[in-house]
T-cell receptor, first 116, second 113 residues
Framework: NAGVTQTPKFRVLKTGQSMTLLCAQDMNHEYMYWYRQDPGMGLRLIHYSVGEGTTAKGEVPDGYNVSRLKKQNFLLGLESAAPSQTSVYFC???????????????FGQGTRLTVV | GENVEQHPSTLSVQEGDSAVIKCTYSDSASNYFPWYKQELGKRPQLIIDIRSNVGEKKDQRIAVTLNKTAKHFSLHITETQPEDSAVYFCAAIDIWGYSTLTFGKGTMLLVSP
């Protein structure tokens, strides 16, 4: 049981290049999330998905796109990378919150992205 | 949407002392409040959580208290140890956004031997 796995762990991009970050979870979770973590800014939600085939914008969605073609995978794409997207990216997943209002989010190990 | 404020941003204590981290939230309808610990270079991991129908929850040296009227909740760590050194994040559920978590900016806790 691997939990939440992110690929790759590190990446350096040149400005204008594109890339895709892959997140995979084996816990059959409905919800998946992409966060970015910057010093002093905490974890900010980029996009999220409440089920296969659905996606929604979070707090900081500009410059990113996502897709959830399979329940276990959530992809984050950068079409034209900018230095402002240098950050540590975390994927997370959780069970459907439902009326209980929230359940534990399990995080991947993170991807450190540098855009030069 | 939800807004979560966390204080202090850094906290230094001596081993054996207690540490308290405080958070406030804006949406009175929020009903789930987790705390995550992130060690250097690692992923955030849940250490304790509380739901709005409970005022306090304890797990060994860690406790969380919730004041719904004042819209604030706190993490209490007693008998701190050097391995407690990490960044701690509070969060609250944003029930208007399909129940996504909104995080505070984090508190770096340093426990000196």
């Amino acid at each position: 049981n691997a939990g939440v796995t992110q690929t790759p762990k590190f990446r350096v991009l040149k400005t204008g290049q594109s890339m895709t970050l892959l997140c995979a979870q084996d816990m059959n979770h409905e919800y998946m999330y992409w966060y970015r973590q910057d010093p002093g800014m905490g974890l900010r939600l980029i996009h999220y998905s409440v089920g296969e085939g659905t996606t929604a914008k979070g707090e900081v969605p500009d410059g990113y796109n996502v897709s959830r073609l399979k329940k276990q995978n959530f992809l984050l794409g950068l079409e034209s990378a900018a230095p402002s997207q240098t950050s540590v990216y975390f994927c997370a997943s959780s069970y459907s919150a439902g009326t209980r209002g929230g359940t534990e989010a399990f995080f991947g190990q993170g991807t450190r992205l540098t855009v030069v | 949407g939800e807004n979560v404020e966390q204080h202090p941003s850094t906290l230094s204590v001596q081993e054996g002392d207690s540490a308290v981290i405080k958070c406030t939230y804006s949406d009175s309808a929020s009903n789930y409040f987790p705390w995550y610990k992130q060690e250097l270079g690692k992923r955030p991991q849940l250490i304790i959580d509380i739901r709005s129908n409970v005022g306090e929850k304890k797990d060994q040296r860690i406790a969380v208290t919730l004041n719904k009227t004042a819209k604030h909740f706190s993490l209490h760590i007693t008998e701190t140890q050097p391995e407690d050194s990490a960044v701690y994040f509070c969060a609250a559920i944003d029930i208007w956004g399909y129940s996504t978590l909104t995080f505070g900016k984090g508190t770096m806790l340093l426990v000196s031997p």
